[in-house]
């Protein structure tokens, strides 16, 4: 099996996703099919906000919209003043960038050799996938408290993140597989299906009691091979903290200048 950890080809990766952040400038035509990524034209991530925010159900999703100029059209003189004084960036340029930052948060910082030991999973570039599948999951759900609506930001950073995330899938792929680029497409395709299994399944969970959302980890992050229940339990709550410390994050450090730190999976010991 090809192996691959996020340490394997991560200059490039990093470089690629630099350019495609300039890229997504000119992508506001473009169709889901175009982009790549089936998930956008499929349903939106459900999940619990405060109290102070609306509880988002999932939705069938036709087109992807990056008009977030029309909502802005909207706004108040004032507002529209403050915005082209630079006070508040919530044009279409800074949701893109700031969703590849959110993105590169994920591939960058998390700690995925902790993931592979703790669960004893091979380091193999599907297990790679898994993890960052996870937590891309997790970016999607914050991204929809943003507004889930037709030509809302939430709504245009959930499409721009998957798209980045399948750019620097498919990158990684082909220099994984370059004496055999054929095999490509239909890995891809196949994790493409798999992904959006897996974005309903850990909907379902979080919507839930943990019951439902380690039963969900358990078929798909854990490939349903994991009988320590500990570990298990571990996950859940790893899960839950990191929902939490995104829902705390405002809208300025989530969609506008992201700040995101993520949590270990395990806390390192402190020396007594």
Request: positive net charge; charged residues 25%.
């Amino acid at each position: 099996m090809i192996r691959a950890t996020s340490r394997l080809t991560g200059s490039l990766c990093r470089e690629v996703r630099v350019g495609f952040a300039v890229n997504l400038v000119h992508s506001e035509n473009r169709t889901p099919t175009e982009l790549g990524c089936s998930y956008v034209a499929h349903r939106c991530p459900t999940t619990t906000i405060r109290n102070a925010r609306k509880i988002y159900t999932g939705r069938i999703l036709a087109t992807v919209s990056t008009n977030v100029h029309d909502v802005e059209s909207k706004d108040g003189f004032l507002k529209r003043f403050i915005k082209k004084m630079g006070w508040i960036d919530n044009s279409a340029t800074r949701l893109r960038v700031s969703s590849c930052l959110l993105y590169e948060s994920v591939v960058d910082h998390i700690n995925y050799s902790q993931f592979f030991e703790y669960f004893n999973m091979p380091d193999t570039f599907n297990t790679w996938f898994l993890i960052t599948e996870l937590h891309v999951w997790m970016l999607l759900v914050r991204s929809m408290a943003e507004g889930d609506e037709k030509g809302a930001a939430g709504r245009f950073m959930r499409n721009c993140i998957v798209e980045t995330m399948w750019n620097d899938v498919t990158t990684r792929a082909k220099q994984l597989t370059m004496d055999n680029p054929s095999a490509v497409r239909p890995q891809i395709q196949q994790l493409s299906e798999q992904f959006q299994a897996a974005l309903i399944s850990y909907d379902e969970g979080i919507s839930y009691d943990d019951k439902a959302l380690a039963a969900a980890l358990w078929r798909r992050f854990l490939g349903g091979r994991c009988d320590d229940y500990e570990k298990l339990e571990l996950l859940v709550g790893y899960v839950r903290k990191q929902v939490s410390m995104l829902d705390q994050l405002s809208r300025y450090d989530f969609a506008i200048k992201p700040a995101i730190k993520w949590a270990p999976l395990v806390e390192s010991k402190q020396p007594t």
